[in-house]
């Protein structure tokens, strides 16, 4: 029983403090005066009767009513409910006759009215929430103070404080206030469950449901809510409401339904709250960032930006939602019926209790078998429950969810763990919803209609517990009209006489003190748990379908363990492994080795040891921290129980090696298992009790067995009140006493798997000790200086405490913060806890001198045999830097090695990492047992190391989490290493500083390239070191020798240094000054050049006209030296010596070719206009039109408009010298177009139609025909087709310069578009610019990163956005190679139509350096041989100055600037050239990509070093031929290349017939572009097959095996396996022809015959072959080998190239030609395209229809006849000039027809031919008119045309 109202309160307007703006209220009377002693009065009260301030009025207001809750410091509410009215008061401005400051803003002139309205509240302060009673009992007071009642009102008042009402338990009670009032008053049958009235449905209808569940799930995950409305009652209202249905949380957060806009800056609190506001303040709540707020008016909720809500778990959110709006909008299900039944939504209090009967539902659901999580761990005096949070979640399958998270680590979940943890008590609608229910809840889930069903009966009960009686309303009171007399002038409230109430409470009172207590039999009982959990399947529902047979494998294995079959264990361990991800199977292999422990020990033997560890450290890895599925739980007590004995009577427990995983780390798991042990044994505890005082039998016992704690707690605490003291303080004592031992045990425990092993390592708290890292490079530091200590540093004790004292400190911190909690949580005593304090430090000091023992000895265990280390092979002159260091090599991105695409899993592959002066090897064999005795190479050039980075990495086979590194090269190889830990971490750090300083040497004389023949001096000395010396001496040794490496680069750098530039320049300009006689000239230059060469090196020019360079010129007739230096006129160039001390411009070689007609001193004034001094010099000359290619950088910014400007325009802007150089300039140009015949020649200018005649016919060849027809070379458009605009002007009209100029230029400049803008070109000059866009080098190297990420992913990526393509199509490699061939097509095509070319693009070095290359191959067949091939290399890249050292970032300096493969992506282009053009080149793609490997390999000088100045510098450029002391090792990689081609064909590609005089023109599309597969290709059998030594070591080996095997096995199979990524195909399957030259000469050496060489053989082979194919009949099948070159084109043209995969087999096609030829497979897969490319136009082809048509021209051009051909099979239409015509004029490709329909005749179309003869062709591009002879004709050709198209 309770009173009705604590207080009764009259507040007023407080008149005398009206000073501010706004008004105070203050307490005019209140009842009792003198506080209650259980219940304080609340403070602040007035502020709460008007919220928004108080204020007086001009005009009487309607009175008012609302309930404020306030909330006192014991978190109890109050609930205040305020009935205010308004009384008028004199205006006190007027009284006083003088505005006071308050009305100053006031203009005097308005009228301030007499009367004035004061609010006035009366207060009822209550504990009880009975809205609609206050509201009746306080308007019967204002009743009677305004209808004047003859009742005093203090009796009213009185009867009121006195009321007294029971608080729960379903009575009704009538009450009077004596004024002739009667209400009953209904108390709810249950007071735990909320009282809603209709709130909720109502907060439904204003918010809506997303909205609602918004602001449910906000207050659950704990967010500041705020409501806004206009009336303060709706607030309330919604506050309760949000209350009721968190039922059966409990809000424990700041509460405020309406809060006084004087106390606005509560809102900025940090903590959660729900709080109502009037929504007259709104824009106070505007910058509050972190605030939900539902505006209830408007029915909207904002989520500001930063708040995140969790929302419920699907799909118990849809369902709720469902369900939710099937109460409050029954229609919508039958909205679309014919005919709707009539469906009424119940009324607002019965749809209030559907909605929270929904939320009840939704809560069982959500908590489901939460009591099976409880763990009770005393039960007396009182009990204590804690809930385990991780297994809850483990078994709900749950543990991701954010929602059920945040829920359970709240406050609120924390009071309902409190609240109805405790077994025995009275139990409500939810504890019988969660005993009885869940069953039905979760079979209904599915069925709206059943859970309708089920929803209805809780609201049932629900609207039950609050209208216990519905039939009794019967309220009478009496009411005032206030409505109808407004204008009476009322007295005011009058003032109560406090006596006369006191003595009403006085006397109810005395009644209360002497009247018999009321006992409320409260029905305690046991709660029920409700259904076990079980395991509830993952919320997809995936059970794995076959993990019975994992358990059993899992079974199985632990068997052949503990019976010692360790060879079964072995094989089945990998799948163990793989199956312990599963959830299953960690809880099988914990109950298996559960099985095995015999009085808590199992001994093992090592192995048994390691694979039990193996296990259990992989099951623990996919834990998580919060071990949800208790696995480590399980395996705690096993860790402490399996163990292996060491020497010297010591024992080693398991949990040593299973100490690297954050689970023990977790105070969480430790508590949450501290606690369910104390429950066990405080369930042992009583159980004992109850078996010695019962003597029943044993069934009963058997019965008890199965008590759960809970159960056995609720039976003790209704025993508890029945116990004497003595009895319940033994049990109290007992209890206690077993969480002490427990504490202990705790202690000890963690102490087990929180220190490391090696205390010095600080494993697990790494947060708190000492970083690793420091104290290593410490030790390095003290083995430097003191070599002796170094021995002794382990053993020195001093240093050894420092650390592990710190590990230990941690360690015991850690322990007692937890025994700090449990222990307090728990009830332990004070005295035990202090015990428990000083015994922690205690047990952590005896574990650690126990630890160090184990240490000690497991040291001196034999370690688990593991593989031996295999040495790698190493190169002449390679020496070995670092020893090999085991480490495992793990598999990256790339799937073929791991064996998931089939084939053997390689990878992971165990063995070591060598570090030799030259590569990074790894060798060892794959850790899979049933891959086999295979050996697995992974190496590449230290010099390639593009990125390195420290990686941590978890072994499937392995315990510990390694650091490992993933190290990443330009030769498209990556590995992914993690090291053994048997490899220190400081030797580790020892091998990448090492890695790091081979890699980026100090100068280019580090390379391997130069310090291979003494290297001996140079490397690292890494002596075999003795078993037991310590790593320490070791990495000191490693660190002393390099530092002396460091000091003899310096060293050695400066014997070379040249003479200072200051000498030479002062020589050169004496030389500039006075014209000197060739013969001085050339004496100084010796002279000079002997100063810079070293004396070995000292010779005359006669070396510089042996260069490369020179010999070509000669080739190509563009002089010799000889006749330079002796100026005969008659030649257009000449070789110019003015470079030959390199001062005009270094990067250049010493000889160049200039017009014969510019003298030296000109060119060194030209060469300031360009960038790096790199002026136009030619390179090339078409001995066919004599048109020539120059080369040269672009212009400086400053001179490229000069330059452009027309000669004779007056300049303004530059200045006389600037036009001087350009007057040069363009004399310089002019010199060269005068050079070439066709100008000389011409009389007039050529206009295009007469240059078409001529250059029409000029040979080319097509690379495949796939793609659609060219632009010709002359279109004007064709700077502009490469500079990637359609027409540059807005209309698209032609722009003078480029379109109508129509002659053709005699000199076509490629220049960059982004130097040339404001160049204006005059019509007379005889060159044009053609503007390209060049990519830049950062484009190039960012594009390159991305290539090697696509083709060497370093990890496998399942994203379907992340595929091969898609990385390979955004590094945009293939879109950069199309762009170079591009423009060395257009370059070519110029060049071949007699115009001549020169390239100026960025500094000459990089791309112009790759377009001229490839126009050079392109046009002259001389540079598609090995010497050729090999002569382009040296002038164009050597020569003139690529910067090799620069791009490929070789030393130091150049570290920061990165790799940038510019001549990567020319061979590349080579590559792409080769693939569409097979039979053109002498070498074959290995060869590509042998340079490919080799130029960033630095074993060669050749790619070294950045210009040929460098190299004379360095004395490497002319290194004499018989200075070689070792033969072995060649400097350059030409000679290489050469000797390897005497001896193997491997170079040479069997395809090779030309033509003469072939231009190749390569179709570049990126379509057309194929992958190289040098970025895929991996051989792990052997390494890069680049280096041909180490290759060949290999196979001699493996041939004596065999041999030795062959004798012992009987049969002998022919068959081969060949393994993906492992085997080297072109090896174990050579192509035909290598095999049989191969068996030619074994059989010769066989036979005792000297070998002849290979390539005489075949050339031998082919001329016999010549005069056979002219002997033999014309359709007979010749033998397999290729045609030669005396072939013509078209017979040639049906040699087809076709390849069965991987077979050595060749396939002849004989179709009608005299001779057949055939092709043998290359490496790699050959497309259609490549098939096609072997196809030329000839009469023999394919014609489905061919005839004669009248073709119309392009725009403005006649109709002609051509032949036209129908080709079905290559789906093309073709047309020639004449029948005759061997040259295709043009192809419409068939696949970009639209349409073939009727035409009409136009304008010059031919004479006397009937309409119908017309008809037009539609393509995606253009329309083509066709004219036939008759219509019949017409008709035949649409139909063969519409029949291809169909067919297709």
Known sequence: MTRLADYFVVVGYDLDKRGGSEGQGRIVQRFPEKDWEDNPFPQGLELFCQPSGWQLVPERKPSSFFVAVLTDINSERHYCACFTFWESVENPQLQKGEPSEADEDDSPDVLQPAQLYAPKSLVLVSRL?????????????????????????????????????????????????????????????????????????????????????????????????????????????????????????????????????????????????????????????????????????????????????????????????????????????VADHAFPPTVQPSTLKIQDKEIRAVFLWLFAQLFQGYRWCLHIIRIHPEPVIRFHKAAFLGQRALAEDDFLMKV????????????????????????????????????????????????????????????????????????????????????????????????FIDHAAAKLNTAPPVVKSELKGMVPSGPLLGDIVDRNGNVLA???????????????????????????????????????????????????????????????????????????????????????????????????????????????????????????????????????????????????????????????????????????SRLWPTLSKEQQQEHVQKEESTVFSQAIHYANRMSYLLLPLDTNKNRLLRNTGLGDVESVSNSYVTNSIAGSMAESYDTESGFEDAESSDVANSVVRFINRFVDKVCNESGVTNEHLKALHTMIPDIVQMHIETLEAVHRESKRLPPIQKPKLLRPTLLPGEELVMDGMRVHLIADGREEATGSMGGPPLLPAEGAIFLTSYRLIFKGTPTDPLVGEQVVTRSFPIASLTKEKRISVTLPMDQFIQEGLQLRSCTFQLMKIAFDEEVASDLAEVFRKHMHKLRYPQHVQGTFAFTVGQSAKLVVEHKTKDKNQSLKTLSKNLVKTAKRTIGRQYVTRKKYTPPTWENRSSLQSEMDEDEISVCEELDQSSLTLSSTIRSSDRQTMSNVVER????????????????????????????????????????YPGLLIVPQSIPDSTIQRISRCYRQNRFPVVCWRNSRTKAVLLRSAGLHAKGVVGFFKSPNAPTAGPSQADSSTSLEQEKYLQAIISSMPSYSEASGRNTLSGFTSTHMSTSGKWGSIRGSGRLSTYNPDVGNRLAGKESPQANGGPVEPYFLRQQKAY?????????????????????????????????????????????????????????????LEESEWMNLLHRVLQVSVLVVELLDTGSSVMVSLEDGWDVTTQVVSLVQLLSDPYYRTIDGFRLLVEKEWLSFGHRFSHRGAQTLASQSSGFTPVFLQFLDCVHQIHLQFPMEFEFSQYYLKFLAYHYVSNRFRTFLLDSDYERIELGVLYEEKGERRNPQICKSVWD?????????????????????????????????????????????????????????????????????????????????IVWPCYDSLNKVVPDAITKLLQDVQNLESELGQPTEKWKDTWDKIKTAQRVESRLESRHSFSSSLLMSSNLSHQRRSQGVYLQESGVGSSINLALDCEVSATSTPAAGRTSTSTL????????????????????????????????????????????????????????IELADVESVILGTPTMGAPKNIEDKAFFDLKTTKRVYNFCAQDSTNAQLWMDSIQSCLSDA
């Open 129 to 333: 929430d009975h809205t609609e009673v206050f509201r009746n009992c306080l308007s019967l007071i204002y009743t009677v103070h305004v209808d004047g009642l003859n009742v005093p009102m203090e009796t009213v008042i009185g009867n009121l404080l006195t009321c007294i009402i029971p608080i729960a338990g379903g009575s009704q009670r009538t009450i009077t206030l004596g004024a002739g009032d009667r209400q009953v008053i209904q108390t709810p049958i249950n007071d735990s469950l909320p009282i809603s009235g209709c709130s909720v449905a109502q907060l439904f209808r204003q918010l809506g449901i997303v909205n609602v569940l918004y602001l449910f799930c906000a207050a659950l995950t704990e967010h500041k809510i705020l409501f806004l409305s206009s009336s303060y009652q709706r607030l309330t209202d919604a506050c309760r409401a949000l209350l009721a249905i968190m039922f059966p949380l409990k809000y424990s957060f700041t509460y405020v339904p309406i809060l006084p806009g004087k106390l606005l800056e509560v809102l900025s609190t940090p903590t959660p709250f729900i709080i109502g506001v009037n929504s007259h303040f709104r824009s106070e709540t505007q910058e509050l960032l972190d605030v939900i707020i539902a505006d209830l008016d408007g029915g909207t909720v904002t989520i500001p930006e930063c708040v995140h809500i969790s929302l419920l778990p699907e799909p118990l959110l849809h369902h709720t939602q469902t369900i939710i709006s099937m109460v409050l909008d029954p229609e919508l299900e």
């Open 408 to 503: 359970l680590d709240g406050m609120a979940f924390a009071g309902f763990v409190s609240e109805r943890g405790p077994p025995y008590r009275s139990t409500d609608l939810f504890d019988d919803l969660i005993a009885s229910q869940v069953e039905r809840i979760r079979q209904d889930v599915g069925n709206p209609q059943k859970v309708m069903k089920h929803i209805k009966e809780l609201a049932e009960q629900l609207f039950k517990n609050e209208n216990p009686y519905p039939a009794v309303a019967m309220h009478r009171m009496q009411r005032t009209a206030e409505n109808a007399k407004p204008h009476v002038p009322q007295a005011s409230f009058p003032h109560l006489d406090e006596v006369a109430v006191q003595l």
């Open 546 to 716: 076959n993990s019975a047979r994992r358990l059993e494998v899992v079974r199985n294995c632990i068997t052949y363990i503990f019976d010692n079959k360790m060879l079964e264990a072995k094989k089945l361990m990998p799948a163990v492994l793989r199956a312990l991800k599963g959830r299953a199977a960690r809880v099988c292999l914990t109950q298996e080795l559960n099985q095995h422990v015999l009085q808590n020990r199992a001994v093992l033997d090592d192995q048994q040891f390691d694979y039990i560890i193996r296990m259990m450290n992989c099951t623990l890895q996919d834990c998580s921290h919060m071990d949800e599925h208790g696995i480590a739980a399980a395996l705690l007590p096993l860790v402490t129980a399996f163990c292996r004995k060491l020497g010297g009577g010591i024992t080693q427990f398991s949990y040593s090696c299973v100490q690297e995983h954050m689970v023990w780390t977790n105070m969480q798991f430790w508590e949450a298992m501290f606690y369910s042990d104390v429950q066990k044994h405080i369930r042992t505890l009583y159980l004992e009790n109850v078996e010695d005082g019962d003597t029943s039998t044993n069934e009963s016992e058997g019965d008890q067995k199965q008590l759960s704690a809970l159960e056995l707690a609720s039976e003790q």
């Open 1108 to 1147: 490369a360079c020179c010999r070509d010129y000669q080739r190509l007739g563009l002089g010799t030296l000889s006749n330079s230096l002796t100026r005969s006129k008659n030649e257009p160039f000449r070789i110019s010596t003015v470079n030959r001390m390199y001062t005009v411009c270094r990067s």
């Open 1307 to 1367: 000199l076509y400049i490629i220049g960059d578009k982004s130097q040339l803008k404001g160049g204006k070109q005059d019509s007379f000059q005889q060159w044009e610019v053609v503007p390209i866009e060049v990519f830049d080098m950062r484009q190039l190297k960012n594009s390159f990163k991305k290539l090697m990420k696509a083709c060497v992913p370093s990890s496998p990526n399942n994203e379907p956005n992340m595929t091969f393509h898609r990385c």
């Open 1536 to 1616: 290489y290349l050469d000797r390897l081609n005497k001896k193997t064909p491997i170079f040479y590609n069997y395809m090779f017939s030309p033509e003469e005089e072939e231009i190749l023109k390569p179709y570049s599309f990126i379509s057309n572009l194929k992958v190289w597969d040098f970025y895929m290709e991996e051989t792990l059998s052997e390494g890069p097959s680049f280096d041909w030594e180490l290759v060949r070591g290999r196979q001699e080996k493996l041939t004596e095996e065999a041999g030795d095997r062959q004798d012992t096995t009987a049969s002998k199979s022919q068959r081969k």
């Open 1732 to 1787: 096609y490319s072997q196809f030329q136009s000839t009469e023999s082809e394919n014609r489905s229809f061919e005839g004669i048509l009248y073709k119309r021209g392009a725009l403005l051009k006649p109709w002609k006849p051509r032949w036209f051909v129908l080709d079905k099979t290559k789906h093309q239409l073709r047309y020639y000039e004449s029948r005759k015509d061997k040259e295709c004029k043009g192809v």
